[in-house]
């Protein structure tokens, strides 16, 4: 990983424009290629970014990261102050919580729940930037991504995206869909997947279990 500590504006342009003035930002550059520009604030999430693939041409005084969609993220820098790269090595990945990690069990077992047709291909298939939970054929025979949470988030939208990415980099796989699966899915999430044309399936992890709900039914 690549750490850069710079005075810099920053300019997107891509599915819409985006402006950062001047200001002391850090770059951040994985190994995978992923370039995010952050604040010394806002939490975890990046300023701006552009998700790998994607190649990055330094020159004197500004970098240009450029995606095969065509969007490009120009950093024009006025002063470095920092500038090191790390090796991480390779990452053990996400620990997951028992109830994720029961919930991703049971519906590997059965994929139907997630949607008619769906045959399971393998759990944790691997990326290049970590393992997608599972990997199924639809009835027509074509692959698909399942992302599971406990709850839906912005974030796990973002990384089933990444996922997409690298796997429908292979001709063997291409074209992947994706769809994200979570006990509840936040509004904002489920506008995002939906905006990136990835499915969104609420399950109830009782129903799984195959307990019977304390709800009362008129049926």
Same mark, same amino acid.
């Given at each position: 990983?690549?750490?850069?500590?710079?005075?810099?504006?920053? !300019?997107?342009?891509?599915?819409?424009?985006?402006?950062?003035?001047?200001?002391?930002?850090?770059?951040?550059?994985?190994?995978?290629?992923? &370039?995010?520009?952050?604040?010394?604030?806002?939490?975890?999430?990046?300023?701006?970014?552009?998700?790998?693939?994607?190649?990055?041409?330094? %020159?004197?005084?500004?970098?240009?990261?450029?995606?095969?969609?065509?969007?490009?993220?120009?950093?024009?820098?006025?002063?470095?102050?920092?500038?090191?790269?790390?090796?991480?090595?390779?990452?053990?990945?996400?620990?997951?919580?028992?109830?994720?990690?029961?919930?991703?069990?049971?519906?590997?077992?059965?994929?139907?729940?997630?949607?008619?047709?769906?045959?399971?291909?393998?759990?944790?298939?691997?990326?290049?930037?970590?393992?997608?939970?599972? %990997?199924?054929?639809?009835?027509?025979?074509?692959?698909?991504?399942?992302?599971?949470?406990?709850?839906?988030?912005?974030?796990?939208?973002?990384?089933?995206?990444?996922?997409?990415?690298?796997?429908?980099?292979?001709? %063997?796989?291409?074209?992947?869909?994706?769809?994200? &699966?979570?006990?509840?899915?936040?509004?904002?999430?489920?506008?995002?997947?939906?905006?990136?044309?990835?499915?969104?399936?609420?399950?109830?992890?009782?129903?799984?279990?195959?307990?019977?709900? !304390?709800?009362?039914?008129?049926?």
């Amino acid at each position: 990983m690549r750490l850069v500590i710079a005075r810099c504006s920053v !300019d997107y342009a891509g599915r819409l424009t985006a402006h950062l003035p001047l200001a002391v930002r850090l770059i951040m550059v994985k190994a995978d290629g992923c &370039v995010a520009i952050h604040a010394d604030g806002g939490a975890y999430k990046p300023l701006n970014w552009m998700n790998a693939p994607n190649t990055v041409e330094e %020159l004197e005084d500004r970098w240009v990261v450029s995606s095969p969609k065509g969007e490009t993220l120009t950093i024009l820098i006025e002063e470095v102050l920092h500038d090191s790269a790390h090796e991480l090595g390779v990452d053990p990945g996400l620990q997951k919580d028992g109830v994720e990690a029961h919930l991703q069990e049971l519906l590997a077992a059965n994929p139907t729940t997630i949607a008619e047709g769906l045959s399971l291909v393998r759990r944790e298939y691997p990326t290049a930037i970590g393992p997608v939970d599972l %990997l199924c054929r639809d009835a027509d025979g074509s692959a698909v991504a399942v992302e599971v949470k406990r709850r839906g988030e912005i974030d796990g939208v973002e990384q089933l995206t990444r996922y997409l990415d690298r796997l429908n980099l292979d001709p %063997l796989l291409r074209p992947v869909r994706g769809i994200y &699966v979570a006990q509840v899915i936040k509004p904002q999430a489920r506008t995002l997947a939906t905006d990136r044309g990835i499915g969104c399936v609420e399950i109830d992890y009782d129903e799984l279990r195959g307990i019977e709900s !304390d709800e009362l039914r008129l049926f």
